[in-house]
């Protein structure tokens, strides 16, 4: 699994997922932390769709984190003030990076988790769309 995909399973998914995983690690290896949580800011590039040219629409604030595990650097970044998630997020992929064993476990989890996320995020959009009202134009005659 990518780290894109896997970063965004645990961010929007249950916080208990990432936490489990991470104390899987915690528990087994020396994780030595390279940078303590903390809070940064990150310029959000956005394409124009007309020209194609890149721009910055802007900063964003992010909590990010660095832990090293037998020599591999892991991150943790994401768009909120979660402290505990971030150090989780890069335990997790300071773990990937290692190829640790209890890493080909997880990929089960977490497409469990993802479909869960996106079952619910259904649910919540259906639930939004039945007050969209529609509205229909008269043809001139």
């Not at 690690?25 to 956005?46: A, S, W």
Request: glycine content about 6%; aromatic content about 6%.
């Amino acid at each position: 699994m990518k780290r894109k995909r896997r970063t965004e399973i645990l961010i929007n998914g249950s916080r208990n997922l990432a936490a489990q995983l991470a104390e899987e690690i915690l528990e087994r290896y020396d994780v030595k932390t390279i940078e303590e949580p903390n809070q940064g800011l990150v310029m959000v590039k956005v394409r124009e769709t007309a020209q194609k040219s890149l721009f910055y629409l802007g900063e964003v604030l992010v909590t990010e984190c660095k832990v090293q595990i037998n020599g591999s650097i892991g991150l943790g970044v994401l768009h909120s003030h979660d402290r505990k998630l971030a150090y989780h997020l890069a335990v997790i992929d300071a773990a990937y990076e290692a190829g640790l064993k209890e890493t080909a476990d997880w990929t089960d989890r977490l497409i469990q988790e993802e479909a869960a996320y996106q079952k619910q995020r259904l649910a919540e959009q259906s639930g939004v769309l039945k007050t969209k009202v529609s509205f229909e134009t008269m043809d001139e005659e």
